[in-house]
């Protein structure tokens, strides 16, 4: 989307000869994302979409406005979840479901979720990994306003090596074609790194994620390993880097970490056993770090079930899961910079807010968990001069929960407001 000066769009307005209907959002409590401390009892002012006033006080509506009444609860920026898969939800049949699902099952489910993540508050997200480039179709039919759904930051199909984390066929038998390639996103050499890479240039892909390690949910049976060399991450991130591509890698393991900070990725997801070298290196390289500790959580809930997962998985989500949060902590503690994640879609579509329970939990102040999903992720994506902040100029993508998520942050689990692309989704 383009910036319109004020001055342009003020002229257009007049040219029309029409005087555009604003919405008044009367919010008792205002976190702009950027600010340190609230303030109360404030009317922010969207007009075609933007942000055009901020006053203190509660604006009387002039004839047409409408009003939205948050007077007892708190107006944020539009939240960004930096760590999603909006073309599946993990379940009980997943294994199976990989023989039975064809493309046209995945795609109808991702606009499902996408929709449930709009709703939860969700007006951006990164979508580290989908299946059929189905995310790269939803990001073009919801900027498109064809369906509703947040802003998509796609990567497309995820980067492993053979066998790895997000090599699609691991656990097939040998009867079936068995062994992908770049294009599918398995690597095995830098040559095919930059081949992938450009891949999913040609795909439409936003951004690029790696698996760096081993992972909890892929049918193998290390969860930690590290299964890329330097040389290939290396190569995946001087390629991503002509396309002006980010690198996101899924990293559990403390050595693949490790040789994914050095190869120069720019975030770290989980970074489950991640160790002080590590933390050190993140710090050294400003490397963020997106815990998603919702994931940890959730597959050791399911794993109490001993039938929930396939028996080589229920191992590594005992082991993996209730590590995520204690990392978290150690990292925060340490002041390695912070993103909100979740890895949504292994944990359900639309619960993304809990995280921000989790990490005050994990000792990170309310406010900075807020930023987190605010104005840092925004700064990240090079997106901040239109979203992440409240501010006169922004785009209205703006959230409002009931309360104060400073004394009590599971509000932020019942959003009743959300405004996003001058429509409101979800009224109080
Ligand atoms: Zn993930």
Known sequence: MRRRAPAAWLAAVLLAGTAQAATLIHAG??????????RTRQTVVVEAGKITAIEPGFRAPGAGDRVI??????????????????TGEYSKTSEIDEYKLNEADVAIDSVVYAQRTLLAGF????????EFRASIALRNAINAHKVPGPR???AGKAIASTGGHADP????ARKFPADPGPEE?????????????????KDGSDTIKITATGGVLSIAKNGANPQMTEEEIRAVVTTARDYGFKVAAHAHGAEGIKRAVRGGVDSIEHGTFMDDEGMKLMKEHGTYYV???SAGRWVYEQAQDPDFFPPIVRPKALEVGPQIQRTFSRAYKSGVKIMFGTDTGVSKHGDNAREFRYMVEGGMPAMEAIRAATSVPAKFLEID??????????????????????TDISVMERVVFVMKDDTIYKAP
Do not use: C
């Open 69 to 86: 009444d948050l007077s007892q609860g708190t107006l944020l920026p539009g939240l960004f979840d930096m760590h999603v898969h909006l």
């Open 291 to 293: 815990p998603t500790i």
């Open 29 to 38: 409590r205002l976190i702009d994302g950027v600010s340190a401390a609230p």
């Open 123 to 130: 007006t951006t997200v990164r979508d580290l990994g989908d």
């Open 185 to 201: 996103g398995v690597i095995n050499n830098p040559d095919d790194a930059r081949k992938a890479v450009r891949q999913r240039y």
């Open 385 to 406: 001069d239109r979203t992440g902040s409240i501010a006169v100029g922004k785009l209205g993508e703006l959230v409002g929960v009931p309360g104060d998520p400073l």
């Open 152 to 154: 998509i930051i796609a």
């Open 169 to 172: 066929t691991n656990g097939w």
